[in-house]
T-cell receptor, first 114, second 113 residues
């Protein structure tokens, strides 16, 4: 158990809908990262937050957004969902910002868009 | 740009034997970190081992060890006394400068009983 929690574990929704994925980092970790892993794809970095502020942005679609709250949990919002958004979404956390150290991953949320 | 290359899409090993997974990387930074992550069928990403670039000594974690060749930009993972539970996808990853963690495409390891 990495100490990073993600909810829900599974999510099935229809095209055009909006969903919210939730992540709680390990105790003491200030940074939260979101990744997408599609079938037969590696992990693609989406976005990073550090202590409530956006720190880095990767290949995140405009239909996707995220935020980190004062209690350091984070939410990833996916809207106008398309079939291609079906993937495993991981949250990871680390102690400090980019360039500081290892990231610990949550169990992931498996999103299926039908 | 930072890149990570895993040239072996699939590997197999007999139970109790040793296997080495290859990884090469590229970065212009002098300060960076390298990691191996394991992703079993459960799809959980598990940190296996890490190596700081400034350390010359190769990292070891129980049956897992790395061969870090800084000049060659090579970072291979050796698994000794392979067990059935080692069967998984293994990802090499690079953290350098102010860029996010960069992953290779992974190597799928099968363990044969």
């Amino acid at each position: 158990d990495s100490g990073v929690t993600q909810t829900p574990k599974h999510l099935i929704t229809a095209t055009g809908q909006r969903v919210t994925l939730r992540c709680s980092p390990r105790s003491g970790d200030l940074s939260v990262y979101w990744y997408q892993q599609s079938l037969d794809q590696g992990l693609q970095f989406l976005i990073q937050y550090y202590n409530g502020e956006e720190r880095a942005k990767g290949n995140i679609l405009e239909r996707f957004s995220a935020q980190q709250f004062p209690d350091l949990h984070s939410e990833l919002n996916l809207s106008s969902l398309e079939l291609g958004d079906s993937a495993l979404y991981f949250c990871a956390s680390s102690v400090r910002g980019i360039g500081s150290y290892e990231q610990y991953f949550g169990p992931g949320t498996r999103l299926t868009v039908t | 740009a930072q890149t990570v290359t895993q040239s072996q899409p699939e590997m197999s090993v007999q139970e109790a034997e040793t296997v080495t997974l290859s990884c090469t990387y590229d970065t212009s930074e002098s300060d960076y970190y390298l990691f191996w992550y394991k992703q079993p069928p459960s799809r959980q990403m598990i940190l296996v081992i890490r190596q700081e670039a400034y350390k010359q000594q190769n990292a070891t974690e129980n049956r897992f060890s790395v061969n870090f060749q800084k000049a060659a930009k090579s970072f291979s993972l050796k698994i000794s006394d392979s067990q059935l539970g080692d069967a998984a996808m293994y990802f090499c990853a690079l953290l350098s400068g102010n860029t996010p963690l960069v992953f290779g495409k992974g190597t799928r390891l099968s363990v044969i009983a």
